[in-house]
């Protein structure tokens, strides 16, 4: 029989208990969330977490690796070190081979090979599709990660969005867009009504995120700082339109799973993958970009669970452990 893991003592943000204080890990899974009180019940081994912060490991939703990206790329036990326990994947075969070979076991990655065509995951450059790529029967059928790095760029893509069958055909093989420049309001509605999964670092440019999701854009985010809680600060304040702190975690959880087709990762609820990443955290509320409505509470009533005050004033949250499959990782 498996062993299970409890933690408790804890504040667990859960999509399935907004008010639990401890989980359960059995094998790969998560078993059970709930109370303190409740979790006693359970055989098991127990840790006592001293009221720190439980959360899904977060998701690097782009790790160029490309030299011309213009910063050095992580490794991926530093990615680990920061609470990043899935990331997507952009570089040569050699470059992702690399990666691969060097990368913690923890840290689940999936890989865009530049100039990948057929029915595998590839990267392409925006520009390099060409006008022939208005006809569908030219393109690439696997996921492709398309490299938005300049205006241009983007106009490129967005004409080819107003072809029907091109767009069919990109929705229909889950390709995504990696914007890297700012997001002109102009094209925001024909973003959102293309389908496609679109990844952003709020800390690099300023984003229109409210609009974005307003509208119905899926969005994740590349996390490039030190600190990925630093790129959600720049969401809720520092974006054009800034969203709110749970919008924002989603884009650095759930969504960074949708973008890649998958709807049950980036969750703590029973049945869902048994990573969790443990932080120490000052407060936790629950907060709005925008200061003519309530930016916090801490009225349990409301159902909604806190996230960290990520005003720009207030300490980052600090990993100090991550459970990859039930298991303690140091970090």
Same mark, same amino acid.
């Given at each position: 029989?498996t062993?299970?893991?409890i933690? %408790?003592n804890?504040d667990v %943000?859960?999509?399935a208990?907004?008010?639990?204080t ?5 094998g790969?899974?998560v ?5 303190d009180?409740?979790?006693c019940?359970?055989?098991?081994? &127990?840790?006592d ?10 998701? #690097?939703?782009? @790790? ?7 910063r050095?790329a992580?490794?991926?036990d530093?990615?680990?070190a920061r609470?990043v326990? =899935? ?6 075969? =050699?470059?992702l081979e690399r990666?691969?070979?060097?990368a ?6 999936t890989? %865009?090979?530049l100039?990948?065509a057929?029915? *595998?995951?590839?990267?392409?450059? #925006?520009?390099a599709?060409g006008?022939?790529a208005?006809?569908? *029967?030219?393109?690439?059928d696997?996921?492709?990660f398309? /490299?938005?790095?300049?205006?241009a760029d ?6 080819l969005?107003?072809?029907?069958g091109?767009?069919? &055909?990109?929705?229909r093989?889950g ?7 700012a997001?002109?309001p102009?094209?925001?509605?024909a973003l959102?009504?293309?389908?496609l999964?679109?990844?952003?670092d709020p800390?690099a440019h300023?984003q229109p995120?409210a609009?974005?999701?307003s509208?119905? =854009?899926q969005?994740?985010f ?10 959600l600060?720049?969401?809720? %304040?520092?974006s054009a ?6 919008a ?8 960074g799973y ?7 990762g980036?969750?703590?609820?029973? *049945?869902s993958a048994?990573t969790a990443?443990?932080?120490? @955290?000052?407060?936790?509320l629950?907060q709005?970009?925008d200061?003519r409505?309530?930016a916090w509470s801490?009225?349990?009533?409301s159902?909604?669970?806190g /996230?960290?005050?990520?005003s720009?004033? =207030?300490?980052?949250?600090?990993l /100090?452990r991550?459970?990859s &499959?039930g298991?303690a990782?140091?970090?």
């Amino acid at each position: 029989m498996t062993d299970s893991t409890i933690l %408790y003592n804890a504040d667990v %943000y859960s999509s399935a208990d907004p008010f639990a204080t401890a989980i359960m890990f059995t094998g790969d899974t998560v078993a059970w969330v709930g109370s303190d009180e409740a979790a006693c019940a359970f055989d098991g081994t &127990h840790h006592d977490l001293a009221g720190a912060f439980v959360t899904p490991g977060l998701v #690097a939703a782009a @790790v160029d690796l490309r030299p011309e990206a213009g910063r050095p790329a992580p490794t991926g036990d530093e990615l680990l070190a920061r609470g990043v326990t =899935a990331a997507h994947l952009i570089g040569t075969g =050699a470059q992702l081979e690399r990666f691969a070979d060097a990368a913690p076991e923890a840290l689940v990655t999936t890989s %865009y090979q530049l100039g990948g065509a057929g029915e *595998g995951r590839g990267a392409l450059d #925006a520009g390099a599709l060409g006008a022939g790529a208005r006809d569908a *029967g030219l393109l690439p059928d696997g996921a492709q990660f398309v /490299l938005v790095d300049s205006a241009a760029d983007l106009s490129a893509v967005l004409g080819l969005l107003e072809d029907a069958g091109v767009r069919a &055909h990109l929705q229909r093989h889950g390709w995504r867009l990696l914007i890297n420049v700012a997001v002109p309001p102009e094209a925001i509605d024909a973003l959102a009504q293309s389908g496609l999964g679109i990844t952003v670092d709020p800390l690099a440019h300023r984003q229109p995120l409210a609009p974005l999701l307003s509208a119905g =854009a899926q969005v994740s985010f590349a996390l490039t700082a030190e600190n990925p809680w630093q790129t959600l600060r720049a969401a809720v %304040y520092d974006s054009a339109d800034g969203v709110s702190a749970r919008a924002a975690f989603n884009a650095v959880t759930r969504f960074g799973y949708r973008a890649l087709g998958s709807f049950d990762g980036g969750v703590l609820a029973p *049945g869902s993958a048994a990573t969790a990443c443990v932080w120490s @955290v000052e407060s936790l509320l629950v907060q709005a970009a925008d200061s003519r409505v309530a930016a916090w509470s801490t009225d349990p009533r409301s159902g909604t669970p806190g /996230l960290p005050d990520l005003s720009p004033d =207030a300490a980052l949250p600090q990993l /100090l452990r991550i459970w990859s &499959h039930g298991t303690a990782v140091t970090s």
